[in-house]
T-cell receptor, first 111, second 112 residues
């Protein structure tokens, strides 16, 4: 079953704009990860944030985690056409070591 | 450094047949994970192997099985194929005790 729900399901923006995607989950976690998938191919790991962290940056990516609300957000700044992909959050639940994925957000960046 | 590799890229089988999918992890990674991405069902965890042992299993019937070899490569076997087994099967690997999982390009299985 899908633990995470992502919002929005689809997002279309212009190049240069920022894109924000949200993820909610249900159980206690060790960490939360964000992945990107291009056109039904393999997933690319973007960033991992541990349960005791609140914010993390990597290049144009900023991830926040609120464990009290069981939610996370991914911000992509100054988006590029190459950022067009599906983005998934995945949680590593305590004692499980198997990722549970959200339903994904399809991001379309218009050049 | 070579990434996770999977073979074959595409596999077409008939209902009732068996399918075997293969995965080679990143060198030095001891854990291998299998996931199924079926249309409308999203990404679902199938199996986790570490040091040759099955460590965890998702909510899939026993006809989904696998193994991990001494060189840490892995095989996923799906017996008595059903039409709904058509999906992209993704393999991932990770070093021991590290959260990040690194995914291969996937095997697209089509059952007709």
């Amino acid at each position: 079953s899908q633990q995470g729900e992502e919002d929005p399901q689809a997002l279309s923006i212009q190049e240069g704009e920022n894109a924000t995607m949200n993820c909610s989950y249900k159980t206690s976690i060790n960490n939360l990860q964000w992945y990107r998938q291009n056109s039904g191919r393999g997933l690319v790991h973007l960033i991992l944030i541990r349960s005791n962290e609140r914010e993390k940056h990597s290049g144009r990516l900023r991830v926040t985690l609120d464990t009290s609300k069981k939610s996370s957000s991914l911000l992509i700044t100054a988006s590029r056409a190459a950022d067009t992909a599906s983005y998934f959050c995945a949680t590593d639940a305590v004692g499980r070591r198997a990722l549970t994925f959200g339903s994904g957000t399809r991001l379309q960046v218009q050049p | 450094e070579a990434g996770v590799t999977q073979s074959p890229t595409h596999l077409i089988k008939t209902r009732g047949q068996q399918a075997t999918l293969r995965c080679s992890p990143i060198s030095g990674h001891t854990s291998v994970y299998w996931y199924q991405q079926a249309l409308g069902l999203g990404l679902q965890f199938l199996l986790w192997y570490d040091e040759g042992e099955e460590r965890n299993r998702g909510n899939f019937p026993p006809r989904f099985s696998g193994r991990q070899f001494p060189n840490y490569s892995s095989e996923l076997n799906v017996n008595a194929l059903e039409l709904e087994d058509s999906a992209l099967y993704l393999c991932a690997s990770s070093p021991e005790h590290v959260g990040e999982q690194y995914f291969g390009p996937g095997t697209r299985l089509t059952v007709t």
